[in-house]
């Protein structure tokens, strides 16, 4: 059973890496899962948590290139979306990398601030910060079921 721990914690830790970039599915299912399955609620916060800053902090990193070709290909956000929430994300940098996490907008919310040039501290430590709370909020509600 201790192998199964350790590769499930990877799992969710590739899923949440994952669900922050290409793949469009819930890492949240994963956790819900494991929590319910016996595995320690921190040690799968804190992977999860982990897994998709590094996730999000990747899609900063493509919009930091400026690659569009990438961007378009491999993230799937057109250049037309970005340049739509351009002022918005100029002005409120470390709120919309704390709210990186939202289905549907938060990878353009990283990209974007990857392609202004945002501060990278600033944007790593908001993204973790709302990455984290998204989890922990996530495996309270979680532990009220199971």
Do not use: C, Q
């Given at each position: ?30 956790l819900t899962f494991l929590i319910a399955n016996g595995t320690d609620v921190t040690s799968a916060v804190l992977v999860a ?85 998204r989890y922990v909020v996530w495996a309270w509600l979680s532990g009220l079921?199971?």
């Open positions: 059973m201790e192998g199964l721990f350790d590769y499930s914690l990877w799992g969710l830790f590739l899923a949440s890496f994952l669900a922050a970039t290409v793949v469009p599915f819930s890492s949240e299912a994963i948590s982990a897994g998709n800053w590094l996730g999000g902090m990747s899609s900063f990193t493509i919009g930091y290139l400026g690659k569009w070709e990438w961007i378009e290909k491999y993230l799937r956000i057109k250049r037309e979306t970005i340049e739509k929430w351009h002022n918005r994300l100029y002005k409120r940098g470390a709120i919309f990398a704390f709210l990186s996490w939202v289905p549907g907008v938060g990878d353009i919310f990283a990209v974007g601030l990857g392609l202004l040039r945002a501060n990278i501290w600033i944007t790593a430590i908001a993204m973790l910060a709302g990455k984290f709370m079921v199971f």
